[in-house]
C-alpha cells in the first residue's frame, strides 16, 4: 500500500469546529484520520504573505503555507480559481497543487 498522510492544521480544524453543524460526516472522518497536525508558526505567517503577495486568496496562502511547512508533496482541492493560480505560480511553491482525482499513487507512494 502506498505510504500516504492526512494533514490537519490550525486553518482546517478552525474551519471545520466553525461550521461543524454544516459540515458532512466525512470532514469529521477526514480530521479524525489526519496522522499528522501541522502548528501555527511565524515562518508559515510569513510564507502565507509572500504566497498572497502572489496572488493567492488570503486563506488559500494559509492553506498552502501549512502544506509546505508540514513538508507535504501535493495539496489537494477542488478549488479551481486555487489551482489555476498554482499552475501559474507552480516554480514558487514547495507543493504540486492538484484535484483529488488526479493523485494516484503507485504501490511505492510516488505520484504516477
Not at 508558526?41 to 503577495?53: D, K, Q, V
Request: with cysteine; charged share 30%.
Amino acid at each position: 500500500m502506498a505510504d500516504c498522510a492526512l494533514c490537519a492544521h490550525p486553518r482546517t480544524i478552525w474551519k471545520t469546529n466553525r461550521i461543524r453543524e454544516k459540515t458532512g460526516l466525512a470532514t469529521r472522518l477526514w480530521l479524525e484520520a489526519a496522522a499528522l497536525r501541522v502548528s501555527a508558526s511565524p515562518e508559515a505567517a510569513e510564507r502565507a504573505r509572500e504566497l498572497a503577495s502572489l496572488g493567492f486568496a488570503p486563506l488559500d496562502a494559509l492553506h498552502l503555507a501549512f502544506a509546505e511547512q508540514s513538508q507535504a508533496n501535493w495539496f489537494a482541492t477542488t478549488d479551481d480559481r486555487l489551482i489555476k493560480r498554482a499552475r501559474k505560480q507552480h516554480a514558487l511553491l514547495r507543493v504540486q497543487v492538484l484535484k483529488p482525482d488526479q493523485l494516484l499513487l503507485s504501490e511505492e507512494g510516488e505520484k504516477e
